[in-house]
């Protein structure tokens, strides 16, 4: 009676402690994914620009080639895809991958309403739950 006992409280344990399916098919690693799609466009060469990259060197006269919304290259004298637009950026600083999205455009339709939480950073030192993407209201009078 006993070994059955132990046998079966075993059997129990074992399948209590055994996954029910795969650990990866049991947690969505991206619950709201981006619906971004950069729109189709023919590429954009920058040409001649002083570039400050993101390790703080400065480049003179130099190029960066955008493809499909992305920087596709950064260097002096970039070859000009047939199908680019050119625009000569001399005098002109560019900063490839240094932007500021920073804006509450869309996000605060009914200021004051708890509702639009969703919105503000500021609530604790680490908002990663934050998305202002999912907040938007397309119909803000901006």
Do not use: C
């Not at 466009?41 to 703080?56: D, E, K, M, Y």
């Not at 000569?88 to 490839?96: E, L, N, Q």
């Amino acid at each position: 009676m006993r070994t059955r006992l132990t046998a079966g409280l075993g059997l129990a344990l074992f399948s209590l402690a055994a996954p029910s399916a795969p650990a990866a098919s049991r947690f969505v690693q991206d619950p709201y994914p981006s619906t971004y799609a950069p729109i189709a466009s023919a590429p954009v060469l920058i040409r001649n620009a002083t570039v400050l990259t993101g390790t703080g060197a400065r480049l003179e006269q130099t190029d960066v080639l955008l493809r499909d919304g992305r920087i596709a290259a950064v260097g002096p004298a970039l070859a000009a895809p047939a199908d680019a637009r050119q625009v000569d950026a001399r005098g002109k600083w560019v900063t490839p991958g240094i932007i500021d999205v920073h804006s509450h455009l869309g996000v605060y339709p009914s200021p004051g309403v708890g509702a639009h939480g969703d919105g503000n950073e500021m609530t604790a030192p680490v908002t990663a739950n934050v998305w202002a993407e999912h907040s938007v209201w397309p119909q803000d009078p901006g």
